[in-house]
């Protein structure tokens, strides 16, 4: 029963940090192009993908998107 205590509280910690990490690349005002934000955003669930790709496309709007926000010939937001 521990085990399974100490499992979850790991899991936990993961998303939480995960999240925080994807959160923060999504609501940045620096650059879109951050390697590990990027990585996070394009691997995350299609709904909260979109979002994130909506979130960076209104602070980045005039620029190319990064991978995962891409549509058609990869010059075109999502």
Not at 29 to 48: A, H, K, Q
């Amino acid at each position: 029963m521990k085990i399974i205590k100490v499992l979850t509280m790991i899991l936990v910690f993961v998303v939480v940090i995960v999240g925080y990490r994807w959160y923060g690349y999504v609501t940045n005002t620096d650059s879109p192009y951050n390697e590990v934000g990027i990585e996070l955003n394009s691997r995350m669930p299609g709904p909260i993908n979109k979002w994130g790709c909506d979130k960076l496309h209104q602070t980045f709007g005039n620029v190319l998107p990064p991978y995962g926000c891409q549509a058609g010939d990869g010059t075109q937001w999502l």
